[in-house]
């Protein structure tokens, strides 16, 4: 079994900064790409950013240059490093694994999932 288990939100104000942390354990051999998706009350998990074994990085649009990836040398933890938060950044954040070394946008690809973690910007 792997598991992913996110940590590091919280509530700030506009403006702010935050870094999530996700941690890899158990099976880590078979995620080699880690995605941050992020879900409101009502939608669909949208792609946020991902790093690929090799340290290839993708952005959504809505992030970039604001957001960024990151993982250590083991790759076993992965961050995502939030500056410049907004209002509407405000959600439940969740990391995803997969076996593949590349990333796909879309959260269905996506078989191992953490538990979320919830960040809100107040305006």
């Known amino acids: 079994q792997v598991h992913l288990r996110e940590s590091g939100g919280g509530l700030v104000q506009a403006g702010d900064s935050l870094r999530l942390s996700c941690v890899v354990s158990?099976?880590?051999?078979?995620?080699?790409?880690v995605a941050w998706f992020r879900q409101t009350p009502g939608n669909e998990r949208a792609f946020i950013a991902a790093i690929t074994h090799d340290d290839n990085v993708a952005y959504a649009d809505s992030v970039k240059g604001r957001f960024t990836v990151s993982r250590d040398n083991v790759k076993t933890v992965t961050l995502l490093q939030m500056n410049k938060l907004r209002p509407e950044d405000t959600a439940v954040y969740y990391c995803?694994?997969?076996?593949?070394?590349?990333?796909?946008?879309?959260?269905?690809?996506?078989?191992?999932w953490g538990q979320g973690t919830q960040v809100t910007v107040s305006s």
């Open positions: 158990g099976q880590t051999f078979v995620v080699n790409t």
């Open positions: 995803a694994g997969v076996l593949a070394s590349r990333y796909y946008t879309d959260y269905a690809e996506y078989p191992y």
